[in-house]
Antibody
Framework: EVQLVESGGGLVQPGGSLRLSCAAS????????MNWVRQAPGKGLEWVSS????????YSAESVKGRFTISRDNAKNSLYLQMNSLRAEDTALYYC????????????WGQGTLVTVSS | QSVLTQPPSVSAAPGQKVTISCSGS????????VSWFQQLPETAPRLLIY???KRPSGIPDRFSASKSGTSATLDITGLQTGDEADYYC???????????FGGGTELTVL
């Protein structure tokens, strides 16, 4: 069974930093591209960033470029999101999401970790 | 303002059919695969449709979808109260070089 478990969320002040983690199990993590998708309270889904299976290619939304960095450790079956210079508008539930095997879409989602940016 | 346009809400009676549209452009829907997700209240999204019109195992055939040009549609037949949820379309955008979601459609089963 595919499982994605996010952690690392919490309350942080504007301008602060946070590192999210996603522990993957139930599939061969090193062969799948991975994504972060967020959802602000009461709002829709917003794609944040993607990384290919080997880490060769990274894509990020304009809203987080230069502030957020996606990374992965295939030996640890883990995905990360380093978030710097956080803003109030980054407040959201952050989901770890697997790409389909042929990279034609998304399939499995974790339960999310909540990030709140507030003073 | 989302790159992909969905109606904010739709509604229909139990047993009826509803269609949710997702409108984009040649840089996204027109040249890439579309997926659809269902998000029940307080839960993570669940994959309903992938590669425009394919259902993962376990998804009832009451859910179907299609794509034509720069638009995609999700059809739900035999509506049940348990179908009340938010529905999202998503695809890749070649110009933005990233994934784009529709704004989401709230389905109410009256």
């Amino acid at each position: 069974e595919v499982q994605l478990v996010e952690s690392g969320g919490g309350l942080v002040q504007p301008g602060g930093s946070l590192r999210l983690s996603c522990a993957a199990s139930g599939f061969t993590f090193s062969t799948f591209a991975m994504n972060w998708v967020r959802q602000a309270p009461g709002k829709g889904l917003e794609w944040v960033s993607s990384m290919t299976s080997s880490g060769d290619y990274i894509y990020s939304a304009e809203s987080v470029k230069g502030r957020f960095t996606i990374s992965r450790d295939n030996a640890k079956n883990s995905l990360y999101l380093q978030m710097n210079s956080l803003r109030a508008e980054d407040t959201a539930l952050y989901y770890c999401v697997r790409e389909t095997w042929n990279q034609r879409g998304l399939d499995y989602w974790g339960q999310g970790t909540l990030v709140t940016v507030s003073s | 303002q989302s790159v992909l346009t969905q109606p904010p809400s739709v509604s229909a009676a139990p047993g009826q059919k509803v269609t949710i549209s997702c409108s984009g452009s040649n840089s996204n829907i027109g040249n890439n695969y579309v997926s659809w997700f269902q998000q029940l209240p307080e839960t993570a999204p669940r994959l309903l449709i992938y590669e425009n019109d394919k259902r993962p195992s376990g998804i009832p055939d009451r859910f179907s979808a299609s794509k034509s040009g720069t638009s995609a549609t999700l059809d739900i037949t035999g509506l049940q109260t348990g179908d009340e949820a938010d529905y999202y379309c998503v695809t890749w955008d070649n110009s933005l070089r990233g994934k784009v979601f529709g704004g989401g459609t709230e389905l109410t089963v009256l």
